[in-house]
């Protein structure tokens, strides 16, 4: 929990270091090394091969796809966890399924 809340600020930082704003060292500095944690979904460039509206309908789905992605996944890791495929340790508990959807919508 503690690194994505690390990873969260990193990115809100960013954001805030992409402002027009003439920044003095060392805050430039600060900002630059930061917007390396910046999440920018363009650097997919998925307009040039599939179109606008195509990447439009993409960032409208994706968080959509996150939530059923992670419940599958979870209920692989149970299903697997039950027939002993698959270690205790690894079976994905509710509690940080809810968790870790939080903070990738924070992204979002």
């Not at 060292?25 to 606008?52: H, N, Q, R, T």
């Not at 495929?85 to 924070?106: C, D, E, S």
Request: with cysteine; charged share 10%; net charge positive.
């Amino acid at each position: 929990v503690a690194m994505g809340s690390l990873l969260t600020l990193t990115q809100h930082f960013s954001v805030l270091g992409q402002m027009m704003i003439n920044w003095e060292e060392p805050m430039k500095s600060i900002w630059g090394f930061l917007g390396i944690f910046m999440f920018d979904p363009k650097f997919l460039a998925s307009g040039c091969v599939f179109g606008d509206a195509a990447t439009f309908v993409g960032r409208i789905a994706l968080p959509g796809f996150l939530v059923v992605w992670m419940i599958v996944v979870a209920l692989g890791t149970k299903v697997a966890g039950k027939t002993g495929a698959l270690g205790q340790g690894w079976v994905m508990v509710w509690p940080k399924v809810r968790n870790t959807l939080g903070q990738v919508f924070q992204a979002f």
